[in-house]
């Protein structure tokens, strides 16, 4: 019944469109900085391996999550540097924008898992319930942003194409 209201009901949309301004300023803000702050993620992937997360007995929590980390991740920082700052900043624009909102959401929580499973905490878990409650509401969160005209754009051009194909089949 929630999902319902929150996928359908214009009172919905209006207070999804607050928390998507939100979460949008906090994304491109952080973003921003990075971009104009000549960002470098060596230091905090050295961290996350150096000390991981462990539970009440010692043992690591997300193992294999470190090894990701120091096998990928540091070999290819300067992936990450270029990836980390644009991606956070994307994200923010298509969430203050309302423009692709639910694919910018799945992002969002996407690095916001990364960074919690590298032993961030912060606001993410605020972040990461917050960016449930947008991905869950779908098309209606960015109903007052710029997903009213680009969302019927793509379905009617991007995928009229994909209904022609499956009708000859």
Same mark, same amino acid.
């Given at each position: 019944?929630?999902?319902?209201?929150?996928?359908?009901?214009?009172?919905?949309?209006?207070?999804l469109?607050?928390?998507?301004?939100?979460?949008?300023?906090?994304?491109?803000?952080?973003?921003?900085?990075?971009?104009?702050?000549?960002?470098?993620?060596?230091?905090?992937?050295?961290?996350?391996?150096?000390?991981?997360?462990?539970?009440?007995?010692?043992g690591?929590?997300?193992?294999?999550?470190?090894?990701?980390?120091?096998?990928?991740?540091?070999?290819?920082?300067?992936? &990450?540097?270029?990836?980390?700052?644009?991606?956070? &900043?994307?994200i923010?624009l298509?969430?203050?924008?309302?423009?692709?909102?639910?694919?910018?959401?799945?992002?969002?929580?996407?690095?916001?898992?990364?960074?919690?499973?590298?032993?961030?905490?912060?606001?993410?878990?605020?972040?990461? &319930?917050?960016?449930?409650?947008?991905?869950?509401?779908? &098309?209606?969160?960015?109903?007052?942003?710029?997903d009213?005209?680009?969302?019927?754009?793509?379905?009617?051009?991007?995928?009229?194409?994909n209904?022609?194909?499956?009708?000859?089949?």
């Amino acid at each position: 019944m929630l999902v319902k209201w929150l996928r359908e009901n214009t009172i919905a949309a209006g207070l999804l469109a607050v928390i998507r301004l939100y979460l949008g300023y906090s994304w491109l803000t952080a973003g921003l900085h990075k971009l104009t702050g000549g960002f470098d993620a060596s230091g905090y992937l050295a961290n996350a391996v150096a000390n991981p997360v462990k539970g009440p007995d010692g043992g690591l929590v997300y193992g294999w999550y470190v090894s990701f980390l120091k096998g990928f991740a540091l070999p290819n920082v300067d992936i &990450f540097n270029t990836i980390v700052p644009l991606g956070e &900043f994307l994200i923010g624009l298509g969430l203050i924008l309302g423009c692709l909102t639910t694919a910018a959401m799945f992002f969002g929580l996407m690095m916001n898992f990364a960074f919690f499973l590298a032993g961030t905490v912060s606001h993410i878990p605020t972040d990461l &319930f917050l960016g449930a409650i947008i991905l869950f509401a779908g &098309f209606n969160a960015g109903q007052f942003g710029l997903d009213r005209w680009v969302i019927p754009y793509i379905r009617k051009t991007v995928f009229k194409n994909n209904k022609a194909v499956a009708n000859n089949a």
